[in-house]
C-alpha cells in the first residue's frame, strides 16, 4: 500500500498569508525522509484559508528542495485553464524534476459567484471536461496539432479527480483515480469503483489505479487526533455560515467561541465522521475501507492549526500506512 501526501497550504491565524507556501515546502521536505510517494499541492482562488492558487508555481519549488519524492497537484482545476497551458507547465516540471511529475486534474470551479466570474468560466458540463482532459493528454503525448514544449521528455501522468461522472469518465479515458469526501462513506462506494475497473479502457497500457484521499489525521490518542481535526472542521462548518473558507484557528480559540446549537451540532456531526484517531481505532476501518474498495494508494490530506502537532500525525501516518 502507498501512501502520499496532500497538502492545501493553509492558512492560520496571526501568521501572514504567504508563510502557509513556506510551511508547504517544509512538508514536503519533511514527507520526502518518512518514506511519502507522493507530495501533492492544492489549486483554489479567492479563499481566505488556502495560499495556494497556483499548483506549478508551488511544485517548482518544491522540486529544488527534494530528489525523490513524486510531486503532483490535487488537482489543477481544468475549467479554469486551457489544455495546451496546462500541459506546458506540467512539460516545463517534468523537464525540471524528471520522472517525478503527477498531473491530478478536477472538474471543480471557484469558491463563490464572484471567484468563478474573475476566473471567466461559469459551467463545464462532464463531456466537455473529458474532450478537455483528453487535449491536455494529446498535447503532453506529443499527438495534438500545437506542439507543447519543451518536447521529448516523458509525459508526466495524468489523475483525474472524480466522484460519480468522474469515475466513468476515468475509466472511458484509462486514468489513474483520486476519490475522496462523501464518496468515501457512500455505501455503494464499493461498486463504483468495481465500474471502474469493470469499464476501464486501457490507454498505452496503462491500468486501473484508485487513490482514497481523506483527511486523515494520527496522533497517541483518539481525544487528541480529535483535538487536531477541530480546527479544519470548524473552518468548514463556518465555511457553510459565512460562504468564506477562514485560516486555521487554535482549538483552544475555538472552545472558547459562543456557539450557537446548529453550528456546534455540525461541528460535532464532522468530528464524528473525520479520519482522525489513534493508529490503533484508525487502523481496523482503514482496513476495511481498502478491501471494500480495493484501493491501491491512501493520499492523506489532514492538516491543524499546530504545525509540530501536524508534523507529527504525519510521521504517524507514514507507520500506520507503512
Request: no cysteine; glycine share 10%.
Amino acid at each position: 500500500m502507498r501512501y502520499s501526501l496532500l497538502d492545501r497550504s493553509r492558512t492560520r491565524e496571526g501568521r501572514p498569508e504567504a508563510a502557509a507556501l513556506r510551511d508547504s515546502v517544509e512538508r514536503a521536505t519533511t514527507a520526502e525522509s518518512l518514506g511519502y510517494h507522493r507530495f501533492w499541492v492544492a489549486e483554489h482562488h479567492g479563499v481566505p484559508g488556502i495560499a495556494s492558487g497556483s499548483p506549478a508555481v508551488l511544485l517548482a519549488a518544491i522540486g529544488q528542495r527534494t530528489q525523490r519524492i513524486r510531486l503532483g497537484s490535487g488537482g489543477v482545476m481544468l475549467p479554469n485553464h486551457r489544455p495546451l497551458v496546462v500541459a506546458e507547465q506540467f512539460l516545463m516540471l517534468e523537464a525540471l524534476a524528471p520522472d517525478r511529475v503527477d498531473l491530478g486534474i478536477g472538474r471543480s470551479l471557484g469558491f463563490t459567484a464572484p471567484v468563478r466570474e474573475a476566473l471567466g468560466r461559469t459551467g463545464i458540463t462532464a463531456d466537455e471536461f473529458a474532450e478537455e482532459v483528453a487535449r491536455v493528454r494529446e498535447h503532453l503525448e506529443g499527438e495534438a496539432p500545437i506542439t507543447a514544449r519543451p518536447a521529448g521528455g516523458t509525459p508526466p501522468p495524468i489523475h483525474l479527480l472524480a466522484t460519480g461522472t468522474g469515475l466513468r469518465t476515468a475509466a472511458r479515458l484509462g486514468l489513474p483515480v483520486v476519490i475522496g469526501g462523501p464518496v468515501l462513506l457512500a455505501e455503494d462506494v464499493g461498486e463504483r469503483i468495481a465500474a471502474y475497473r469493470r469499464e476501464f479502457r486501457p490507454h498505452a497500457g496503462s491500468v486501473p489505479h484508485v487513490m482514497l484521499s481523506m483527511d486523515l489525521l494520527v496522533a497517541g490518542s483518539d481525544a487528541e487526533a480529535r483535538e487536531l481535526a477541530l480546527p479544519e472542521i470548524r473552518a468548514m462548518v463556518r465555511s457553510r455560515v459565512t460562504g468564506a473558507f477562514p485560516p486555521l484557528e487554535s482549538p483552544a480559540s475555538i472552545r472558547g467561541r459562543e456557539l450557537g446549537s446548529r453550528e456546534r451540532d455540525r461541528l460535532e456531526s464532522g468530528l464524528a465522521t473525520a479520519w482522525a484517531g489513534s493508529a490503533s481505532t484508525l487502523r481496523p476501518r482503514l482496513e476495511r475501507l481498502v478491501e471494500t474498495a480495493g484501493a491501491d494508494e491512501i493520499l492523506a490530506s489532514g492538516t491543524t492549526f499546530d504545525r509540530a502537532a501536524l508534523a507529527e500525525s504525519d510521521a504517524r501516518v507514514a507507520e500506520l500506512l507503512g
